[in-house]
């Protein structure tokens, strides 16, 4: 059975070709990054227009490329939840277009769900439960999963996702986006106990998630070192404080920055942001008396992350532990075909009155369960 994916939530647009919700025929993503990272991070309106003029196209590409054509097609899968609602609706529409002129069955998937289902594409065998940490630029959340389309939420974070974290702090140190990427590789080198930023409060149980107060500590570390952020170009650069009235060359903008221990900076960060997902974590491995973790999401990429995250399992009474692999992380379509094919063939269809939910509270909300 071969379900066609179509991922758009956010800034990258996706297309696969899944079969039987493990073999990947072929995928495509177009990536939006370039465009984004000149106004320092993602545009709605300007990704809602990239996946308009890419998404039909990288459907053609996917076929051609795997030599399959859309009448080998058995359903279609898309991701309706959570995301940019103008996104989603990109998606959603071409979606709804095919399975009505293929006369498929339409499939509704949720993004964060297809993000841990990236692991078993990967691994066919890993099995249930197990723990599930989800982290991106929009989301960190950690499930009990039992199954590919079963997960009970055990702890989210408070206010900002990992992933916008590390993309404010990148902000303010003037060193590009996306952050995640820029923060580790300004991080090579770097003392990771430079700066003792702060973890937060973990809570009774351990399982407080919360980055608000990190992103804070690193603003202010930078005031103190006598650095202001200034928008150039909606973009952030670093300058030396001085009367708002005096203007700063561009060209000062590199030499003041060397002044700054950057490397140090961007290393104790990205240890403490670390150190707070696996303290949660093996916190909610306790809770749950689950022996195996699954890293999965964009910063889930992070090589830091993983090694800390894989000593710290195997140290917790050996505790198993896998990360989604690298070309899985980012947002992509195949994870969205592979849950999708699980969801058709157990009975979760959608008609095309199927509608997106931005908001990953909205539907609990619309319940009356909020």
Not at 133 to 161: K, M, Y
Not at 166 to 185: C, E, S, T
Not at 231 to 259: C, D, M
Request: neutral net charge; contains cysteine.
């Amino acid at each position: 059975m071969i379900v066609l994916g179509i991922e758009s939530s956010c800034d990258d647009t996706g297309v696969a070709l899944v079969e039987n919700g493990q073999t990947i025929l072929g995928g495509a993503r177009a990536s939006q990054e370039k465009v984004h990272a000149q106004y320092g991070g993602i545009v709605p309106e300007v990704a809602c227009r990239m996946h308009y003029e890419t998404l039909l196209p990288l459907v053609q590409k996917v076929c051609a490329a795997s030599g399959k054509t859309l009448a080998d097609v058995d359903a279609i899968a898309v991701t309706n939840q959570p995301g940019l609602v103008g996104s989603l609706y990109v998606g959603l529409s071409a979606a709804k277009a095919l399975a009505w002129a293929l006369q498929k069955p339409l499939v509704t998937v949720d993004h964060i769900e297809a993000h841990i289902y990236a692991a078993h594409l990967a691994d066919p065998d890993l099995d249930y439960p197990h723990v599930s940490v989800v982290v991106s630029g929009g989301h960190t959340d950690i499930f009990l999963s039992t199954g590919p389309t079963e997960h009970a939420l055990i702890t989210r974070t408070l206010d900002d996702a990992a992933g916008e974290c590390f993309d404010k702090v990148a902000a303010l140190l003037g060193i590009g986006y996306p952050g995640g990427p820029a923060v580790q590789a300004t991080s090579l080198g770097g003392n990771r106990e430079a700066v003792a930023y702060p973890r937060g409060d973990a809570g009774p149980e351990g399982l407080q998630i919360s980055f608000s107060g990190l992103k804070t500590a690193v603003l202010n570390d930078l005031r103190k070192r006598g650095f202001v952020v200034e928008a150039a170009k909606n973009a952030g650069r670093l300058i030396t404080a001085r009367a708002p009235e005096t203007p700063v060359p561009a060209s000062e903008t590199r030499t003041l920055s060397v002044r700054l221990p950057l490397a140090d900076i961007a290393a104790s960060f990205q240890e403490a942001a670390v150190d707070i997902l696996v303290r949660a974590t093996l916190a909610a491995t306790r809770k749950a008396r689950c022996r195996s973790v699954v890293l999965c999401g964009g910063v889930a990429a992070n090589k830091r992350l993983r090694e800390v995250m894989a000593a710290a399992c195997k140290a917790q009474k050996n505790t198993h532990f896998m990360a989604a692999p690298l070309n899985l992380c980012t947002d992509n379509a195949e994870m969205i075909a592979g849950l999708g094919f699980h969801k058709l063939v157990t009975g979760q269809i959608s008609g095309l009155d199927a509608d997106v939910l931005p908001n990953k509270d909205e539907k609990r909300q619309k319940a009356g369960t909020a």
